[in-house]
């Protein structure tokens, strides 16, 4: 059954500000889906290998994945070009707030035929609520 997008709590990532870096030519676009043990984002990156490719998780559980330097085209000074939409060339920089759910020790990734496949495992453990009670005595 499908979801609605306004409905969808983790929508949040599609909005940031910062999706995409200000000098982007690249959409970088996202697929998210989840299993029982982990989320999988599928991101496509044509042009980009896995040394112009990098990923971060922040203190608040953002995970950043920025790409530079993607394939170059001949600058020949005969070439006019009339379009270019099939994206690879510039900077990128997708930003997604993960859930707290995850182990975020054991992200793994890989590119291959121009897509990023990151593996984000879940912690099915439950977490103790943040939550306390604080006791409140007649003296300090």
Known sequence: ????FFGDPFNR???SPQMFHERSS????????????????????P????????????EDNV????GGGGKEEPHAKDIIWH???????GDFHRQIELPENVKVDQIKA??????????VAKDNNPKPSKVR????????
């Open 1 to 4: 059954m499908a979801r609605s």
């Open 13 to 15: 990532f599609v909005w």
């Open 26 to 45: 690249s959409t970088a676009l996202l697929d998210w889906f989840e299993s029982p043990n982990a989320h999988f984002f599928k991101i496509n990156v």
């Open 47 to 58: 042009g980009y290998n896995k040394d112009s490719i990098k990923l971060e998780v922040d």
């Open 63 to 66: 995970l950043h994945i920025k």
């Open 83 to 89: 379009a270019a939409e099939r994206g690879g060339k």
């Open 110 to 119: 890989q590119v291959e035929n121009g897509v990023l496949t990151i593996v």
């Open 133 to 140: 009670t604080i006791n409140i005595s007649s003296k300090l």
